[in-house]
């Protein structure tokens, strides 16, 4: 039987590496790091839709910072001053220094409002492909659900450095067809964060809503809101009825400085902070001046002058040019402060004077330090992720008939992030994991069979002497091997390559070449190197070199027996034909010619015979023969018909050697014209030329000799053959010679299932099947198997007649006598 592919071991290769090749999971680790874990799970054909999980774990430092924000924000205000982004939400704050349920509720909220795009007015996150659109708690509806969604967050207080984690899920889709994906995403970093950003802008009209100053967020003091030369109105500090400000005049205008405009600017929660604004104005000379101060908790008494281009009050401008300055308060992060304008003039004339507007504050809170990432991407649908670009990460992407499923863990520093990448695509023909799978389920196929058609070849074209020791080139078929599990590995893990440390990806493209390319350079190669040993000459004779004389029937070393191919094990009697060809004895006794050099094969074997009586159906004579004859193929010696005849529709299993006995039994059931079909593996000319078959249908049986019924194909093709039998009004006998080697070019379940079919087709015509296996072609489970589907099981194998097994009667009993 022609071996396999080894695809299971191609398959456990493929999963060793597989292993190898996934990304080690981002863990935690030690020192101050911010740990993302983030899994999505999406399914569809034109878009895909579903979620995900996301998981914030924190540790050392920014623990503590992000508790430090928490209690600042939320437990010691009762409401989101303004100028945050959620200001104006109550926080549940008791300004107890710990956090308790009302206050994470509140956070966490936030933070679900922040990834749902609160400020892109609730539109979601947009994160490479995929848009997040909703996010909540991963235990959600219930009492305890902060809890079980969070680790070291209720009850902690501000200096707290146990580990923290917070769990969330979300909902989203699939929103462009081809998109870059930055890993790792900064998008869950920066909304844990971007909950405590503080941004305030001026009303450009100077018109705040009440109860807020028009000047907001200044009180306007000496100052007055006033138009400036461009229409527009500004903050001034000047006398309104000669438009110019007075001699020795000292104006100020504060910022957050009382219970309503804010008793501070909080910037406690910010990462960095600039104050920004557009001036113009002229002065009668260097003694009138415009400064901008600040000022710091707890007593807000000692001002500093803000530096401006290295001075420490703003230059006038031209007449009706507008200057936009910022100022850099990065200095001032984590405290409370204050700010204000002040206007000073000396007594040596007077002039226009400073005017501003659009005052503005921006205090980001991001998170900048070491992030260890962690994404999973599991994808159900006709996608396809290209263009991998990793160079500081682990990555590991494998396709399945299914879709796709991405692994990407990294560990690094966002202050100097510099991201990886890869490209998603909803379908794209070249790198659509579904044709892939097709593409490398064929170039396996091909590799294997090619190179095992053309070994089946090589052998066939030998002598016959020669076929058993033709060997195969075992380098070229390995490598075939190897070339498969190659094909199955990268084909589920296409960055299989970086786990060797090479960036490489095996795109597409990459894939279709490499599949065409082995499979046809290993079929043309394993043809090639055939043909050349062809041309070489015969294989030199395997084993032993057997002399003419050599005929034996002593014991000798394992070998495999030249007629059924199994092994004659060590020191048991065999059959060495002159041309060096070895048999099982019982092989050879059933044998009239050796297969290799046709010379006729003669076992003497002698043995003290036992005599058994029977009496003639016909005639009733009582005679005597020796055991182990069959009484159905010995003629009656008074009136030469069968001592027994074959039962009419009875179905019989005989394993012997030498088809000679069957048809012999033919004769039976074929008289009066009675029609006979033949199945068998051999030449039918052969056949009706040995034993005279005459103008009995015989058809062969193979896979590979021309114009043979395929025994994979028997149903129905088999089935055909059968007609003369079905067009039969009663009776005609079915012979199939050889069923063992039916088998192994098939299988046994063909074979079964075609014997069944024809038990049903002639249990009317009551025709006789008759079927002959080879002793030793089938093992014993499976000749158990067959004897199953017949009636009675005969067993003429060449073996001591005394150990012969009968597991049928096949005579009766009654009439035997020793």
């Known amino acids: 039987m022609r071996s396999r592919p080894p695809v299971a071991l191609a ?147 501000a200096n707290a450095t146990e580990d923290l984690s917070i769990r969330f899920v979300f909902s989203g889709s699939t929103v462009a067809s081809d998109s870059p994906l930055a890993l790792p995403t900064r998008a869950y970093a920066d909304a844990l964060y971007e909950v405590f950003s503080f941004r305030d802008r001026q009303s450009p009209s ?25 229409g527009r109105p500004a903050l001034w500090a000047g006398n309104g009825s000669t438009g110019q400000y007075d001699n020795s005049m000292l104006a100020r205008m504060t910022a957050y400085d009382d219970a309503l405009l804010g008793p501070a600017l909080d910037l406690r929660f910010a990462s960095a902070a600039w104050a920004s604004f557009s001036y113009t104005g002229q002065v009668a000379g260097p003694g009138d001046s415009l400064a901008f101060e600040v000022s710091t908790a707890p007593n807000f008494t000692a001002w500093s002058r803000l530096e401006y281009a290295g001075q420490p009050t703003l230059p006038p401008t031209p007449v009706g040019v507008w200057s936009n300055v910022s100022f850099d308060l990065s200095a001032y992060a984590g405290q409370k402060i204050r700010l204000r304008f002040t206007f000073q003039s000396d007594a040596l004339g007077q002039g226009r004077g400073f005017f501003v507007r659009d005052f503005a504050i921006d205090a980001p809170s991001s998170y900048e330090g070491i992030v260890a990432a962690s994404e999973a991407h599991y994808l159900v649908g006709p996608i396809s992720f290209t263009e991998v670009s990793v160079s500081t990460g682990s990555v590991a992407l494998l396709r399945t008939p299914g ?84 094909l ?53 004779a395997s084993g032993e070199t057997r002399g003419a004389s050599r005929s034996s029937l002593a014991p000798r070393d394992a070998d495999e027996c030249a007629h059924c191919r199994r092994g004659v094990p060590a020191l048991e009697r065999g059959y060495i034909c002159d041309c060096g060809l070895l048999y099982h004895l019982h092989c050879a006794q059933g044998r009239t010619h050796c297969e290799g050099c046709q010379r006729p094969i003669t076992v003497e074997i002698v043995r003290k015979q036992r005599l058994l009586t029977a009496r003639c159906v016909t005639c009733g004579e009582e005679q005597t023969f020796p055991l182990g004859e069959d009484p159905r193929t010995l003629p009656c010696r008074s009136c030469g018909a069968p001592l027994r005849h074959l039962e009419a529709g009875r179905w019989y299993l005989v394993l012997a050697s030498n088809p000679a006995i069957l048809f012999d039994w033919l004769r039976d059931p074929t008289q009066e014209g009675k029609p006979a079909v033949c199945l068998t593996t051999a030449a039918p000319e052969r056949l009706r030329l040995e034993f005279g078959l005459g103008g009995m249908e015989v058809f062969r049986v193979s896979a590979s000799a021309p114009r043979a019924i395929d025994p994979r194909r028997l149903d129905p093709l088999g089935l055909k053959a059968l007609q003369p039998l079905l067009r039969s009004e009663k009776g005609g006998a079915l012979l199939c010679d050889a069923l063992d080697e039916m088998i192994a070019e098939a299988s046994m379940g063909d074979i079964l299932r075609f014997l069944r079919r024809a038990r049903e087709a002639l249990a009317a015509q009551r025709v006789t099947v008759i079927v002959r296996v080879n002793p030793g072609g089938l093992a014993p489970a499976e000749i158990e198997r067959l004897a199953g589907e017949f009636d009675e099981t005969l067993d003429f194998a060449a073996r001591p007649i005394d150990s012969l097994p009968r597991t049928g009667p096949s005579w009766p009993e009654a009439m035997l006598h020793s």
């Open 11 to 157: 398959f456990l290769a493929a999963a060793v590496l597989l292993t190898c090749a996934l990304p080690r999971a981002a863990g935690q680790g030690p020192g101050d790091v911010l740990a993302v874990s983030v899994d999505y799970e999406l399914f569809g054909v034109s878009q895909l839709a579903g979620g995900g999980h996301v998981t914030w774990a924190l540790a050392g430092e920014p623990a503590r910072e992000i508790r430090a924000k928490i209690v600042g924000l939320y437990d010691e205000y009762v409401q989101i001053p303004r100028g945050f982004l959620f200001s104006g939400a109550p926080t549940s704050g008791n300004a107890d220094g710990q956090i308790d349920a009302g206050e994470g509720l509140a956070f966490t909220g936030h933070l679900e409002n922040e990834l749902e795009g609160v400020a892109r007015n609730f539109t979601g996150t947009r994160i490479g492909y995929f848009l997040l659109d909703r996010a909540d708690l991963y235990e959600q509806g219930s009492a305890g659900a902060l809890a079980r969604s969070t680790t070291g967050l209720l009850g902690t207080r």
């Open 206 to 230: 100077l018109s705040a809503t009440y109860p807020y100053p028009a000047a907001w967020p200044f009180a306007e003091g000496a100052w007055r809101i006033a138009l400036a030369d461009d």
């Open 403 to 486: 879709g796709e499923v991405l692994f990407y863990s990294a560990t690094r520093d966002l202050a100097a992030l510099t991201p990886d990448t890869i490209r998603f695509r909803s379908f794209e023909p070249l790198e659509n994991p579904q044709a892939l799978f097709a593409v490398m389920t064929a170039s396996a196929y091909m590799i294997s069979r090619s190179q095992e058609v053309a070994f089946d070849r090589y052998r066939a074209a030998q002598a016959m002497a020669f076929r058993q020791a033709a060997p195969k080139a075992r380098w070229l078929h390995a490598a075939g091997k190897a070339a498969i599990v190659a």
């Open 488 to 540: 199955i590995l990268l084909y589920f893990v296409p960055t299989a390559l970086y786990v060797l440390r090479v960036p490489f990806f095996v795109s597409g493209p990459v894939y279709l070449g490499l599949a065409v390319g082995l499979a046809a350079g290993l079929a043309l190669g394993t043809r090639a190197c055939y043909e050349r040993r062809q041309r070489e000459g015969p294989p030199p």
